[in-house]
């Protein structure tokens, strides 16, 4: 599922443009399952899985897969539609150099919620949005 | 091309606030009982646009906000550029009643969200008599730091950019598209620091945990208001302060999130029309 992230962001021309002075790599842990995110100037390159030896990686980001579930429904509950929201109840920890984290957050947040069901658009009623499946554009 | 205009009028005014001159944007619609608001942490009044558009409102409430010195079109003091803004519940609080008192507004009703819905209990408590009632919407009596507040003023981070990312997970699920992001542009075009500054009160110096249950509500009937998504003050954190405040009202707007007058305007008014018919009487 993890992997459908590199074709959902670079499909989106506005979240790659917004990263566009973004390069790096983060990690990405979904309870014991790591991930390691490498991202050129907006684009993501590669998702590659763990378990790593020695992953480099300038923050990760670690939260229970149980709480990612949460946030990658389609309607997200309360507390769990946003990174912050993990945050502030203590589930995602946010580690390593978060300068790059927050200088690009919305990046971020808006890139990882792409990992949800369907992009909701409020033009369109969630009855009508096709089932956005990994390799389709979102 | 004829345009529209909306029947609000601002102006500006010029009055010392902790014994410095400030220059200070106030705007206004609607005649009748009057209803002071108060913005959030790092916006300004514009957040209050659609009270004043909506005659359901206007037509028996003259609805006045003001932007705080250093937000909005609202100016920092002479000599803010070698200081730190930092907001205390002493100054917010001689602010409100300042403005007020310049403005001849007699025993206003309140309504305050999020560090306005922090003061308006700190005022609720001190100074219950100065108004008619008072509706704190996003209201806790405290709130952790759960962030480095550092993040929001420091040269290698946009300012703006990370104000508005911070906050946009607060935003309801069910908002508007065009009211999200004008609540959340507000936010970007902050001032350096001022979100930061406002939120020493909110999360450092405003605590008023212990003495929030002192609120005496037969001085001045208190509403508290809170939508569901809010994080940042959620809806167990409101309903222990209604629940600690004999008299008070408590309603959670679901599906709103911790703007809830700018980000989702039609969905809110649903939760505040009847407590303004109630205040009223």
């Known amino acids: 599922m993890i992997e459908a992230l590199k074709e959902r962001v670079n499909d989106d021309p506005a979240l790659v443009r917004r990263g566009r002075y973004l390069t790096t790599t983060f990690l990405l842990e979904v309870g014991a399952t790591a991930w390691l995110i490498a991202i050129f100037e907006g684009r993501i390159m590669s998702v590659t899985r763990g378990p790593f030896v020695m992953p480099s990686s300038s923050f990760a980001l670690r939260a229970p897969a149980e709480e990612w579930e949460k946030f990658w429904s389609r309607r997200p509950p ?6 912050m929201a993990l945050i ?21 947040k808006e890139a990882l919620a792409k990992l949800r069901p369907a992009q909701a658009s409020p033009q369109v009623s969630p009855q009508v949005l096709p089932q956005v499946l990994p390799g389709a554009s979102a | 091309m004829r345009a529209r205009f909306e029947p609000i009028v601002g102006r500006y005014m010029h009055l010392d606030l902790f014994g410095r001159p400030h220059r200070i944007y106030v705007e206004a619609a609607g005649e009748g009982t009057p209803l002071l608001c108060l913005h959030t942490a790092g916006a300004d009044g514009r957040q209050y646009r659609a009270l004043m558009n ?19 079109k609202s100016s920092p ?10 907001l205390t519940s002493a100054q917010y609080t001689e602010m409100i009643l300042t403005v007020m008192s310049a403005l001849g507004l007699e025993r206003p009703i309140l309504i305050g969200c999020s560090i306005g819905g922090r003061i308006a209990l700190h ?9 008619r009632a008072i509706i704190g919407l996003q209201a806790g009596a405290h709130v952790d730091p759960y962030y480095d507040l550092n993040f929001l003023h420091r040269a290698d981070v946009h ?3 990370v104000c508005g990312a911070v906050v946009s997970g607060l935003v309801g699920p069910d908002a508007p598209e065009a009211e999200r992001w004008e609540t959340l542009w507000h936010y ?13 009160f909110y999360k450092i110096e405003g605590d008023i945990r212990s003495r929030v249950a002192q609120i005496d509500t037969r001085h001045c009937p208190l509403f508290l208001l809170s939508g569901e998504y809010d994080y940042s003050c959620t809806p167990e954190e409101t309903r222990a302060v209604a629940a600690s405040i004999p008299g008070s009202e408590v309603t959670i707007m679901n599906g709103l999130g911790h703007f809830p007058m700018s980000e989702n305007p039609p969905e809110f008014l649903k939760h505040l029309l009847p407590v303004l018919a109630k205040i009223s009487g």
């Open chain 1, 78 to 83: 309360p507390g769990s539609n946003d990174l």
């Open chain 1, 88 to 108: 502030k109840r203590r589930v995602l920890r946010a580690e390593g150099d978060l300068q790059i984290f927050m200088a690009h957050l919305r990046y971020f």
């Open chain 2, 54 to 72: 909506d005659e359901r409102v206007t037509a028996r409430h003259r609805v006045i906000a003001f932007d705080m010195p250093w937000h909005g």
């Open chain 2, 77 to 86: 003091p002479a000599g803010w550029h070698n200081e730190d803004y930092q």
């Open chain 2, 123 to 131: 005022l609720a408590l001190e100074h219950p008599d100065a108004f």
């Open chain 2, 159 to 161: 300012g703006g950019e």
């Open chain 2, 188 to 200: 970007m075009q902050s001032g350096p620091g001022v979100f930061k500054g406002d939120l020493y």
